[in-house]
Nanobody
Framework: VQLQASGGGLVQAGGSLRLSCAAS????????MGWYRQAPGTSARELVA????????NYADSVKGRFTISRDNAKNTVYLQMNNLKPEDTAVYYC?????????WGQGTLVTVSS
């Protein structure tokens, strides 16, 4: 399974970005695709938004009302629309997917929000 994330960049506070994550390879049964992020100077990746195994959606409280996760099943791609970005959203954003007990991560895309 390969997860290719793209769409990061530098944006001013209040701006918007859209991240994409395309899955390829052995994707049969792949589910729970979503986004996590790791802020500078931290070691933990935190949940941003994800589809769950039963197709519901979970958002971190800090992004509710600003970020929207969506997907295009025909393209095996998950998107993260990020609006009203804040400096504290600055992080490397990682795409994640799961199948049974296996977890797969993309390479990460950097989002920098300037104040």
């Amino acid at each position: 399974v390969q997860l290719q994330a793209s769409g990061g960049g530098l944006v001013q506070a209040g701006g918007s970005l859209r991240l994409s994550c395309a899955a390829s390879g052995s994707i049969f049964g792949l589910n729970a695709m979503g986004w996590y992020r790791q802020a500078p100077g931290t070691s933990a990746r935190e949940l941003v938004a994800t589809f769950t195994s039963d197709d519901s959606i979970n958002y971190a409280d800090s992004v509710k009302g600003r970020f929207t996760i969506s997907r295009d099943n025909a393209k095996n791609t998950v998107y993260l629309q990020m609006n009203n970005l804040k400096p504290e959203d600055t992080a490397v954003y990682y795409c994640r997917a799961a199948r049974f007990r296996n977890v797969y991560w993309g390479q990460g895309t950097l989002v920098t929000v300037s104040s």
